[in-house]
């Protein structure tokens, strides 16, 4: 097992993940926005089946898949959020929830965003603990130029 797992780190990962995108309500959001799901479920394995991991080239593949799926939300979910929880102003249905309902859509639709970045800043931080290896480093930079 890679020492990295058992870290508070790593842990924090698998929380943050798990209340962001392993959450009840995000599938719903998903299916709105055509956003293929199976990635995440796929990354959802990985982390239960985690302490069983031998080699630091898988957990930066499937980190490297949860980037991209971080990005995917951000061009697909995210400009549409408010219209895909029915809390736009703009939405003719908007009124037909309760408060509850409104409050708890408007907490998603402001903490998602962050909940992202801060996967995204734990995603940085576990690879910089990792040690390095060339070929991993010569994949950083080809997937990094790929994002700009």
Request: glycine fraction near 0%; hydrophobic fraction near 45%.
């Amino acid at each position: 097992m890679l020492k990295i797992v058992n870290s508070p780190l790593f842990s924090r990962l698998c929380q943050l993940f798990q209340g962001t995108l392993d959450s009840a309500w995000f599938p719903l959001i998903a299916e709105q926005s055509h956003l293929d799901l199976s990635a995440i479920r796929q990354f959802r394995q990985f982390l239960s089946d985690s302490k069983y991991l031998e080699s630091h080239r898988e957990l930066v593949e499937k980190l490297t898949e949860l980037e991209k799926i971080i990005f995917k939300i951000r061009h697909l979910v995210i400009p549409h959020l408010k219209e895909y929880l029915q809390i736009s102003p703009l939405n003719p249905n908007a009124s037909s929830l309760d408060e509850e309902e409104v409050l708890l859509r408007r907490c998603i639709a402001y903490t998602l965003p962050y909940n992202l970045a801060e996967l995204l800043a734990l995603i940085s931080i576990i690879r910089q603990n990792l040690p390095s290896d060339p070929v991993l480093e010569a994949s950083f930079q080809m997937l990094a130029q790929s994002h700009i």
